[in-house]
């Protein structure tokens, strides 16, 4: 078996944060703080996918915009709908020690957008 690649590590593991939120996002028993910040795993993990596999060295953060742009600067095509991810950022840290959430979509629309980025991704990976 050949060993795995690091984009396909990172594609592998964002489709596990996926899951767990597409799983959970629905279950009143799980705080939706909990939701976010899987699916803000999910989102740093496929820019860092497609960072990967383009050769392109980034820093150890966490910051989705800063992905975005670093994506962007070094020629990597990525959907319009990338930017409706950014405001996610702060789910990686800060909002999971917070006990509100203010003004966020609904899980239910960034699963969405997100079934659509794993297959951006999955294409350009498996190209």
Do not use: W
């Amino acid at each position: 078996m050949d060993k795995l690649r690091q984009y396909e590590i990172f594609l592998r593991k964002a489709k596990g944060d996926f899951k767990i939120a597409e799983k959970n996002a629905n279950d009143p028993d799980i705080d939706t703080e909990i939701i976010y910040f899987h699916l803000q795993q999910c989102v740093e993990k496929l820019l860092k996918s497609l960072l990967s596999l383009n050769n392109v060295d980034f820093p150890r953060i966490h910051d989705i915009e800063e992905l975005v742009a670093i994506a962007r600067d070094n020629g990597i095509e990525l959907p319009d709908y990338v930017d409706n991810f950014i405001e996610l950022t702060d789910f990686a840290v800060e909002f999971r020690y917070d006990f509100t959430i203010e003004d966020f979509s609904p899980p239910d629309n960034y699963l969405s957008l997100l079934k659509n980025f794993i297959t951006f991704v999955e294409e350009k990976v498996t190209k």
